[in-house]
């Protein structure tokens, strides 16, 4: 069974700390990796996507590492602000269709000033 | 530009009563749409996704079905809402099953 386990489940970290979040996955094909973040009430937006050759992908503030033989995966995010406070989530591709998507049910980061 | 809405963003019904809800794409032509449900604490569970009008395909059976009337409109509805049926409803939509999903802005429901 095609399974995404984030940890930890939450995280309270100081404005302008860093921080990393972790994505464990056993989907099979693996296609992809996407990470989501997603504000309290909102849907979520795509941060990075992690294909099987990518080992390394930033956006701004926010890096992604893939590990394809350990099947895990992390995202840093450097010089953390009150506005990174959300729910980040990873979701992993199986090869095929849309349905082959697997979600984990995220971490939520709160950022305190 | 492509924009998804989503209406209503909240909604509370008793039990039993029936639902709809709304989700329409601007900006593309012939997308693949997805409704998702979010219940506290866990992952995105897909419930219903289509790749063109009239064209439904189910995940999880449930009392809740989807129809597609228009190329850009995706409808949830529920004859009679359960309590467990409460929770936050995500459609999203994408060029094509392989390529990223975009989210709308979601709908709360709570079943009283």
């Known amino acids: 069974k095609n399974q995404v386990e984030q940890s930890p489940q939450s995280l309270i970290i100081l404005e302008g700390k860093n921080c990393t979040l972790q994505c464990n996955y056993t989907v099979s094909p693996f296609s992809n990796l996407r990470w989501y973040k997603q504000d309290t009430g909102r849907g979520p937006v795509s941060l990075t996507i992690?294909?099987?050759?990518?080992n390394t992908k930033s956006n701004g503030r926010y890096t992604a590492t893939l590990d394809a033989d350990t099947k895990q995966s992390s995202l840093h995010i450097t010089a953390s602000q009150l506005s990174d406070s959300a729910s980040y989530i990873c979701?992993?591709?199986?090869?095929?269709?849309?349905?082959?998507?697997?979600f984990g049910s995220g971490t939520q980061l709160t950022v305190l000033p | 530009s492509q924009t998804i809405h989503q209406w209503p963003a909240t909604l509370v019904q008793p039990v039993g009563s029936p639902l709809s809800l709304e989700c329409t794409v601007e900006g593309t032509s012939n997308p693949n749409l997805y409704w998702y449900r979010q219940a506290a604490g866990r992952g995105l569970q897909l419930l219903f996704y289509s790749i063109g009008i009239g064209q439904i395909s189910s995940e999880v059976p449930q009392n809740l079905s989807a129809s597609r009337p228009q190329d850009r409109q995706f409808i949830l509805s529920s004859k009679k809402l359960l309590l467990s049926d409460s929770g936050f409803y995500l459609c999203?939509?994408?060029?094509?099953?392989?390529?990223?999903?975009?989210f709308g802005p979601g709908t709360r429901l709570t079943v009283t």
């Open positions: 992690m294909t099987f050759s990518e």
């Open positions: 979701v992993v591709r199986a090869s095929g269709s849309a349905r082959q998507l697997t």
């Open positions: 999203a939509w994408s060029v094509s099953q392989l390529y990223e999903q975009y």
